[in-house]
């Protein structure tokens, strides 16, 4: 179980739980199986009601501060695949993430600031965890959400 | 038929016609079906040759037109599916809906936006149009649609 | 060998060497295979060391610049696939593409620029090569390229 064991890490070491009621329902859902591919939703840097990083990066938010909001992103992404398959063991691979950040206007660093959502990744899932991935700057995102990320996820 | 008679219902309340000659082809294409899975090019708010709803969401905008964009989007997308796969009746899930909104700056509600396109997908297609979406806010989009939408479907 | 004659032919018409060294490693990858999907990472304008075009299409980068970007970006993901595949003969068809336009305020044409990419794909890979599209215009890219682009392929 050590991917349980560090996801339980990063969870501590961020200072926040991911254990809250994340699969809401509604007329779209945060997370869809089909055959060997999990969707999971796009996901903002909220933990519980509050959203943690809010502003335009390269203005009112920092590298650092858009790195670690990409860094809850994925931790809400794997928190919601374990709901869904009962642990992160089912996950065979990461096959794609899309980083968008609401990015101020000459700010380039997307590749810097998805590193923290692909390190992580990494971190948690091992080789299973690398991934393709597209980063691109957006006018605004939900909520004026610094970052926001989707991912495709492979299962046994 | 009940997908059938929603998906005319809809078409009848908005006012607008979608079984024009929506499956021009090109270099690229609507749609193209692999497996289970039916992906649909982006779609804009554009019905027969008049874009109906332009410029800037939260400034030129409202809330309210621009989610009528992304429900005509929808519509679009949903009578692609029909035209390419007959009707609507293998239509088993909608996996992930990707919503671009041409946001003004300081324009927040993108999820209010997409909230038209999954609402639509849910009336049509029941609980098989329950999907994973993610919502963005982008600085333009073609022919200065409001709204451009596009979806992956999979298929009995 | 038609398709290794044109991605030949391609490569000497645009001066541009891409049997570079690709397929770097990191946190994650360019290219991810799974079941008869093939997924490649968002691609710039880069050969080599150099970002070819960079800047904003519609004020410093004109619509001509534009596609060439999206022609080089799609060389990148179609050398991937090729040096992934050993060639690019396994590509059955490809699924998506969506174009990421760095745009000036106003500049709309962006199916104008995907148009480049979508052109050299049908060229190479012929009816293989027809694909679903999305093209968006967002405000920064990564390294102030004008032109990002990735794509999902199916392989036999």
Known sequence: MSREREFQAVARELGYDFNGELLKGGNYTPVVRHG???????????????????GRVGR????????????????????LLRQSLGSLAPVSRILRVTVFVQAA????????????????LFRVLGEAGVHTRTSVGVLQLPKDAAVELDLIAAVD
């Open 36 to 54: 060997g591919q999990v969707f999971v939703s796009g996901q903002v840097p909220r933990v519980g009601s509050q959203m943690v990083v809010t």
């Open 60 to 79: 009112d938010v920092t590298l650092a501060q858009a790195q670690l909001a990409a860094r809850i992103c994925v931790m809400r992404a794997l928190a």
């Open 105 to 120: 206007d000459g700010f380039t660093q997307l590749s810097e600031v998805a590193d923290g959502a692909s390190e992580l």
